[in-house]
């Protein structure tokens, strides 16, 4: 399962910023390597996003952005949300 991809989930002005609401990635990397390679991928909208954003890392708040992100695993980018 090493080699399986990453999902990455986009919400609100995430997926305003990349124009989709998922793309795979590949797996062995951290939340800082994944955050550097969409920001070179998707440019300076999105990394307005990913400097305020939340992840969820299989439905978990992602407290240790170096940790090696688990292979298969689906990366939710949540940006904040307005309202109540």
Not at 13 to 34: I, N, Q, Y
Request: glycine share 10%; with cysteine.
């Amino acid at each position: 399962m090493e080699g399986t991809p990453l999902t990455v989930r986009y919400f609100a002005g995430a997926r305003a910023a990349v124009g989709r609401t998922e793309e795979a990635v590949p797996a062995g990397r951290s939340l800082d390597d994944l955050t550097a390679e969409l920001t070179q991928r998707h440019g300076d909208r999105l990394a307005a996003v990913l400097r305020v954003a939340s992840f969820l890392v299989n439905g978990v708040t992602c407290h240790d952005r170096q940790a090696p992100l688990p292979a298969g695993a689906t990366i939710d980018v949540l940006p904040p949300f307005a309202g109540g």
